[in-house]
T-cell receptor
Framework: GAGVSQSPSNKVTEKGKDVELRCDPI?????LYWYRQSLGQGLEFLIY????????KSGLPSDRFSAERTGGSVSTLTIQRTQQEDSAVYLC?????????????FGPGTRLTVL | TQLLEQSPQFLSIQEGENLTVYCNSS?????LQWYRQEPGEGPVLLVT?????EVKKLKRLTFQFGDARKDSSLHITAAQPGDTGLYLC???????????FGAGTRLFVKA
């Protein structure tokens, strides 16, 4: 079946503008993760959704970042009043369940550039 | 705060050479995973190790989980240009869902 998809693949915006990044997880996957990857770096955890439970937002770097997941499927990551340091690749992953033994399937990412 | 340190950060070798990359932490993990990421794509899972001292082999790749479950290594035998990529280790604490990623080892295999 189809993998995790993300859109847009690239986004260039001006400092101060808001952006929305979309993630379509694999059908049936209850867990959804957002990560941020800066150039040459590893993955920084941002937020996690599991079923109908309250999301874990502990990784969000500031209150300019928010995310929602509608109907337990599609997720949107919103960054308000973007700053240049927000430039990075934003990766979404989904998995069948929670816990360390479940494989996370990653999308190709959205490359965000804030000018 | 749990951290995973990977070494080396960058490795450039000739085709046919062997190499080992390391993933170390002061924390105990219930499991460790190794992912490989190619440019423009998301990481893809290679292996999960869950038992201290466990060794898993995947063709020319050998993965080991330390006895104390604080470290892991990835050994590649007779590297090929197709092995080029960013190798990430990731760990989860016991009972936890949050996966901590290392900064990665960027491998370049020259033909």
């Amino acid at each position: 079946g189809a993998g995790v998809s993300q859109s847009p693949s690239n986004k260039v915006t001006e400092k101060g503008k808001d952006v929305e990044l979309r993630c379509d997880p694999i059908s049936g996957h209850t867990a959804l993760y957002w990560y941020r990857q800066s150039l040459g770096q590893g993955l920084e955890f941002l937020i996690y959704f599991q079923g109908n439970s309250a999301p874990d937002k502990s990784g969000l770097p500031s209150d300019r970042f928010s995310a929602e997941r509608t109907g337990g499927s599609v997720s949107t990551l919103t960054i308000q009043r973007t700053q240049q340091e927000d430039s990075a690749v934003y990766l979404c992953a989904s998995s069948l369940g929670t816990g360390s033994l479940f494989e996370q399937f990653f999308g190709p990412g959205t490359r965000l550039t804030v000018l | 705060t749990q951290l995973l340190e990977q070494s080396p950060q960058f490795l450039s070798i000739q085709e046919g050479e062997n190499l080992t990359v390391y993933c170390n932490s002061s924390s105990v993990f219930s499991s460790l995973q190794w992912y490989r990421q190619e440019p423009g794509e998301g990481p893809v899972l290679l292996v999960t190790v869950v038992t201290g001292g466990e060794v898993k082999k995947l063709k020319r790749l050998t993965f080991q989980f330390g006895d104390a479950r604080k470290d892991s290594s990835l050994h590649i035998t007779a590297a090929q240009p197709g092995d080029t990529g960013l190798y990430l280790c990731a760990g989860a604490a016991t009972g936890g869902f949050k996966t901590i990623f290392g900064a990665g080892t960027r491998l370049f295999v020259k033909a």
